[in-house]
């Protein structure tokens, strides 16, 4: 870079958010220092190829969907450690984060609805003591089994909402 550029190319590393032109602008500068100093077609493909990976990366999840749009703002932790993992020549320039630090996405977590058992543990002396008793245990089962069927009902259709969001951007409809 030249010499009247900054110790820290990127003054906006402490920020919590940054605009997305100006982290696009601010890593082709760097990156591709010799075509973003050109102007016209040469400064825009350079910009054109950190906003390609950028893209690539929010599709496959290693990079977070911006947190407002327009205009498009980015979380500057996540997006420091996509690209230091992306670009290692940056890991010496960024100091506000971990340079050791991975970038991996959670997994979704799983909820399972459990299922009741029943013992019995005193037999009725007579048969029809039992079968009062095999009654009441068998309806018990059944609105045990009906509870957990439209729990799981309800799981599905909560993970479904909560995928759709994550693939929409967390967009706000108001």
Request: hydrophobic share 35%; proline share 5%.
């Given at each position: 870079?030249?010499?009247?550029?900054?110790?820290?190319?990127?003054?906006?590393?402490?920020?919590?958010?940054?605009?997305?032109?100006?982290?696009?602008?601010?890593?082709?500068?760097?990156?591709?220092?010799?075509?973003?100093?050109?102007?016209?077609?040469?400064?825009?493909?350079?910009?054109?190829?950190?906003?390609?990976?950028?893209?690539?990366?929010?599709?496959?999840?290693?990079?977070?969907?911006?947190?407002?749009?327009?205009?498009?703002?980015?979380?500057?932790?996540?997006?420091?450690?996509?690209?230091?993992?992306?670009?290692?020549?940056?890991?010496?320039?960024?100091?506000?984060?971990?340079?050791?630090?991975?970038v991996k996405p959670?997994?979704?977590?799983?909820?399972?609805?459990?299922?009741?058992?029943?013992?019995?543990?005193?037999?009725?002396?007579t048969y029809s003591?039992?079968?009062?008793?095999?009654?009441?245990?068998?309806?018990?089962?059944?609105?045990?089994?009906?509870?957990?069927?439209?729990?799981?009902?309800?799981?599905?259709?909560?993970?479904?909402?909560?995928?759709?969001?994550?693939?929409?951007?967390?967009?706000?409809?108001?």
């Amino acid at each position: 870079m030249s010499d009247t550029t900054v110790s820290t190319p990127f003054v906006w590393q402490t920020d919590e958010l940054v605009l997305e032109t100006t982290a696009v602008s601010d890593l082709a500068a760097y990156l591709y220092e010799g075509e973003y100093r050109r102007f016209g077609y040469e400064r825009h493909r350079a910009k054109a190829r950190i906003r390609s990976a950028m893209a690539r990366a929010t599709k496959k999840g290693k990079l977070a969907p911006p947190v407002s749009s327009p205009p498009k703002y980015l979380n500057v932790r996540n997006l420091l450690l996509f690209t230091c993992a992306r670009w290692p020549e940056l890991r010496g320039v960024i100091d506000t984060i971990d340079e050791a630090a991975t970038v991996k996405p959670l997994p979704d977590m799983q909820i399972k609805v459990g299922s009741v058992v029943v013992d019995i543990d005193d037999i009725p002396a007579t048969y029809s003591e039992l079968l009062q008793k095999y009654r009441l245990l068998r309806a018990a089962y059944l609105e045990e089994k009906s509870r957990r069927i439209d729990a799981e009902n309800k799981l599905k259709k909560l993970c479904r909402q909560q995928s759709k969001r994550r693939q929409d951007g967390a967009k706000r409809y108001e």
